[in-house]
């Protein structure tokens, strides 16, 4: 008897047990929450294995290999669909990420913390509209025979433009309207940030002869470097399946500029019925944007000794 | 008077102006984002020959409240009741699912915590994309239901991570002491750390009904029934493909079009001024690995 309630505490390890029993509460409370996280997000994960089979039109589902991907990278819109991903969120980091920075910086400065407040209490509104409100506005915005914008340019002496429908100028509307959507919600969480800074730093570098300048880039700066750090993984991890403010705005005669990754596996996979090719047009997407943040992980972990993953 | 209380004087001034041409600017920044805003309501209540030569109200030339009447008389409220279950329903589910993980996961002896954080934080990394999620909602069957629109938002690990941290943040002395006068872990989460986190709890809220309300691809990729679409989905189509649903069968004026709009930032422009108070205090990012 001895001998074998030994043995059995040796392979099943009732601390263990012990353990699960005292936080079964726990548990049950982690139990949905998990359940979700495996069906709705590993599941997915799982289902891109059919980016290497015929699923789609036929019943029997055969295992083709790296057939779909052959037609991908030989396809001509792919690599459309690729250029206006890679231009359109190379223009939205570039244009886009320095700009709550800079606003939170400058709210920094205000003295008043009614004005503070305000500040972000009217900036931070756009962010919860969604894109088609955002797009309908932008569209008045816009519109060459009502919109302000043009009416300006009228003022000017400009001709007007039809900026929802120029390819030259669709591209322009949509980092502005990114621009004008994200920009409070990306200064909010910087000005918070910002609001932990120890402000004897700020008296110890006047009094050392350090102006305002200096301060910015000796103390502001580096004392948000994380923020910005997460920011920007965040920032590049769903840069390229931008895909509702395109869905939303674009339409046939700018096509050629906004067709994007995500629309293009819309299109293929879904609308087409294309399913095994348009999963991998997903499969590559996700894979790149995962290089993508990794190795920018990888890169501010070595250069700036700071990483967030 | 000596040169340092000179200099002393002349960096003021800089500083002055700097203050200045600062508080200008961010002026100019809330006049830009407002604008747009006050323009939508301010030609919601037009009368149709005020918006009929194509122009960008900014002053209301008149004010009428026929625009809201033709759009409550139309197919459009049908969409705001749907927006509205799936908003309501889905933030209460979301709010269910996440609460008590972020608790369980803000517990520090928790079993596999590692394990399970890092399960949940490689979801913020990598996206399957549209095709695998498309696929499993027609697997599931539930293309063409409303909960296509509930369930698999019902955590957002943005939101869970928000959570989480701030539940950890609460002193650990607390729980204990509660655990010593006989509480289990669900009476802890409801009569210790609940109360202390409605600040949290409240921006969190406030971002699942957003993200519901607003939610517009998802829901022309899973419904296809016209009686079940969304406020956004109806609000996309009479914008930018002219539908002619509301009524008169010839052409929707921006006024009528507008009203619609409203109607589509009414619940958020309502409960964002209670919340927003809420955010500084709990919006602090970072944390995210551990």
Request: charged share 15%; aromatic share 14%; glycine share 6%.
């Amino acid at each position: 008897m001895d001998k074998t309630r030994g043995s059995s505490k040796k392979f099943t390890s009732p601390g263990i047990l012990k353990n699960i029993h005292r936080q079964k509460y726990l548990l049950l409370m982690l139990l949905p929450g998990l359940l979700w996280f495996v069906v709705f997000k590993y599941c997915t994960y799982a289902g891109l294995g059919l980016a290497f089979t015929n699923y789609g039109f036929k019943k029997s589902v055969d295992f083709v290999g790296m057939r779909n991907f052959i037609r991908l990278f030989k396809s001509v819109a792919f690599w459309t669909a690729f250029k206006n991903t890679m231009i359109i969120s190379i223009c939205n980091i570039i244009f886009y990420f320095p700009f709550p920075i800079i606003i939170a910086l400058l709210i920094n400065e205000l003295r008043s913390l009614r004005m503070k407040r305000t500040v972000q209490f009217m900036i931070y509104i756009p962010y919860f509209f969604s894109w088609v409100v955002v797009g309908t506005i932008f569209v008045n915005l816009f519109s060459p025979s009502s919109g302000l914008v043009n009416q300006i340019l009228k003022l000017l002496g400009q001709d007007s433009i039809y900026f929802m429908a120029n390819p030259q100028w669709f591209r322009f509307v949509l980092i502005a309207s990114y621009i004008w959507r994200q920009m409070g919600y990306g200064a909010v969480i910087y000005v918070a940030t910002l609001s932990t800074v120890d402000p004897q730093l700020y008296e110890a570098a006047s009094i050392d002869g350090c102006n305002k300048w200096k301060q910015v880039f000796y103390i502001t700066l580096p004392s948000i470097k994380t923020t910005i750090i997460t920011m920007l993984l965040l920032n590049l991890s769903h840069v390229l399946l931008i895909f509702e403010q395109i869905m939303v705005m674009y339409n046939a005669s700018v096509y050629s500029v906004s067709d994007v990754l995500q629309t293009y596996t819309y299109r293929e996979g879904i609308l087409s019925g294309n399913i095994a090719y348009g999963t991998s047009i997903s499969l590559f997407t996700g894979l790149v944007s995962f290089m993508l943040v990794m190795g920018t992980n990888w890169i501010t972990k070595h250069f700036l000794e700071e990483s967030v993953l | 008077m000596n040169p340092k209380s000179r200099i002393k004087i002349k960096e003021s001034n800089s500083r002055k102006i700097f203050r200045l041409f600062n508080a200008l600017f961010l002026a100019v920044v809330c006049i830009i984002v407002v604008i747009p805003i006050w323009n939508v309501v301010v030609t919601s209540f037009a009368q149709d020959q005020d918006v009929m030569g194509g122009v960008y109200l900014l002053l209301p030339k008149s004010f009428t409240l026929k625009n809201y009447a033709r759009v409550m008389n139309s197919g459009y409220m049908r969409g705001f009741w749907n927006s509205m279950f799936v908003a309501v329903s889905g933030t209460a589910l979301a709010m269910a699912v996440t609460v008590p993980m972020g608790f369980a996961l803000a517990q520090k002896k928790l079993i596999g915590r590692k394990i399970i954080m890092r399960i949940i934080s490689i979801t913020l990394v990598f996206d399957a994309g549209i095709m695998p999620f498309y696929i499993l909602i027609k697997t599931l069957g539930l293309i063409d239901t409303r909960l296509s629109l509930i369930l698999p938002f019902a955590v957002s690990t943005f939101n869970l991570i928000i959570v989480k941290n701030y539940m950890s943040s609460i002193p650990e002395s607390l729980i204990e002491s509660a655990k010593l006068d006989g509480c289990n872990d669900f009476m802890i989460l409801i009569k210790i750390v609940l109360p202390l986190a409605v600040p949290i709890l409240s921006a969190v809220m406030l971002f699942y009904f957003v993200s519901f309300w607003n939610r517009y691809t998802e829901a022309v990729m899973f419904i296809n029934n016209s009686s079940r679409y969304t406020l956004q989905v109806m609000l996309r189509a009479l914008v930018f493909q002219s539908d002619g649903s509301l009524g008169e069968g010839n052409a929707v004026y921006d006024n009528t079009k507008m009203a619609v709009m409203v109607l589509g930032m009414l619940p958020v422009l309502i409960i964002y001024p209670f919340v927003q108070k809420h955010f500084v205090s709990g919006l602090m990012l970072g944390g995210v690995k551990e």
